[in-house]
Every structure is written in structure tokens, then in C-alpha cells.
Antibody, heavy 123, light 106 residues
């Protein structure tokens, strides 16, 4: 079965760190750009990071310098290291597979999503 | 940054209705637009990409149109399982999503 399964969420204090994992199965993980997208409770979706097949990372300004995306193709796994966490980072974090109609970064839409893992930043 | 708006934010409809959701961009994005459906407690699901291409497995009652700055998602005959929140997403530049349109029961 083609699927993504996130883990690693939980409660962390402001300023703390957390590492999320995403296990992929049912497709050739190494052939796809992979992403993290988050959603605060009752709010919309926000793209958080991407990593290309060659390991090249991309971030929006809201998390750049605090979050680090990585991948381990041999384990079909995606990771998100989150440091200096803030209350505003509280959200469900989804792992997503990205597709692009052209061979260029940034032009991604998402055809496969995990069920998400909840990150709560609170004292 | 490309700003996106969706209208309406809430749409009350009945089973069998034809519904239309609008997504507008602050600048032209050609056809780099996707639509997603999200049900409570679930992950989003891709419905349409490239503004009008139906994702495999998505019912044909869903359709998308538009290019440049104005886009539309249409559900031709609303079914009970279609009550959900719908998001547009541009991928002309780094991905951003619209604020969402909730379709609920009238």
C-alpha cells in the first residue's frame, strides 16, 4: 500500500526541540521530492519545508534557520528537526509527496499525504 | 509572496446542488493551481492539478477551470460525501494555500 506515516509529535516547551519522522512505503521514495506541511487547529495549510531527490532543502521564511529537513533513502524515511520552537508552531504536521509538472524547484503540488502528527508548543 | 483569496468562505448547499468555489491570486500563476478536499480530522486529498486536470480516482463531478489569476472549482451534483473544506494551492512559486471554503449542509 502506498502510504506515509508520521511520528514524533508531542508536547514541548517554548524554545525546545522536536524531531518528526515520516515512514514511506509502497513507492520509490528516492524518486520524489518530499515535504512537510502544517495546519494549526481550525486554520489553513502552510508549507513548511521541502527536500529534493538530491537532498537539496527549501524553507519558507517562517521556519528558515530553525527547522531542518532531511531524508534517508535507504530507510524510506523523511525527517524534520525543529529547534527554537514557538507557540505559533503548534499544529498538525503532515508529510507529503510532491509532484511537479516541470523540472524545477518550487513548482510542487501534493498527491500523497500522511495522517499527520500533532506538535504542541506550550509551557 | 503570492496572496490568495477564496470565496465564499462558507457555502451552505444541499445534496444535488451545483456548487462553485472561487480562488483568486494577487498575480498571474498561469495554470499552476491545485485543489484539495479535507474532511475533519483527515489529511487533505488532491482533487485537481494544473488548474483543470482531474487526479486519478476523483469523481468526474469535480472540475476545475481558469488560468492567470482567477480559478474555479465546480462540483456538478453535490453528494453527501462532498461536505468538506476545499483549499486551492498555487505552485507557480513556493507553495501557498488559500484560506479554504467550507461546504456544509443547508
Amino acid at each position: 500500500e502506498v502510504q506515509l506515516v508520521e511520528s514524533g509529535g508531542g508536547l514541548v516547551q517554548p524554545g525546545g526541540s522536536l524531531r518528526l519522522s515520516c515512514a514511506a512505503s509502497g513507492f520509490t521514495f528516492s524518486s520524489y521530492d518530499m515535504h512537510w506541511v502544517r495546519q494549526a487547529t481550525g486554520k489553513g495549510l502552510e508549507w513548511v519545508s521541502a527536500i529534493g531527490t538530491a537532498g537539496d532543502p527549501y524553507y519558507p521564511g517562517s521556519v528558515k534557520g530553525r527547522f531542518t529537513i532531511s531524508r534517508e533513502n535507504a530507510k524510506n524515511s523523511l525527517y524534520l528537526q525543529m529547534n527554537s520552537l514557538r507557540a505559533g508552531d503548534t499544529a498538525v504536521y503532515y508529510c507529503a509527496r510532491g509532484l511537479s509538472s516541470i523540472a524545477a524547484a518550487a513548482h510542487w503540488y501534493f498527491d500523497l499525504w500522511g495522517r499527520g502528527t500533532l506538535v504542541t508548543v506550550s509551557s | 509572496v503570492i496572496w490568495m483569496t477564496q470565496s465564499p468562505s462558507l457555502l451552505s448547499a444541499s445534496t444535488g446542488d451545483r456548487v462553485t468555489i472561487s480562488c483568486r491570486m494577487s498575480q498571474g500563476i498561469s495554470s499552476y493551481l491545485a485543489w484539495y478536499q479535507q474532511k475533519p480530522g483527515k489529511a487533505p486529498e488532491l482533487l485537481i492539478y494544473a488548474a483543470s486536470t482531474l487526479q486519478s480516482g476523483v469523481p468526474s463531478r469535480f472540475s476545475g477551470s481558469g488560468s492567470g489569476t482567477d480559478f474555479t472549482l465546480t462540483i456538478s451534483c453535490l453528494q453527501s460525501e462532498d461536505f468538506a473544506t476545499y483549499y486551492c494551492q498555487q505552485y507557480y512559486s513556493f507553495p501557498t494555500f488559500g484560506p479554504g471554503t467550507k461546504v456544509d449542509i443547508k
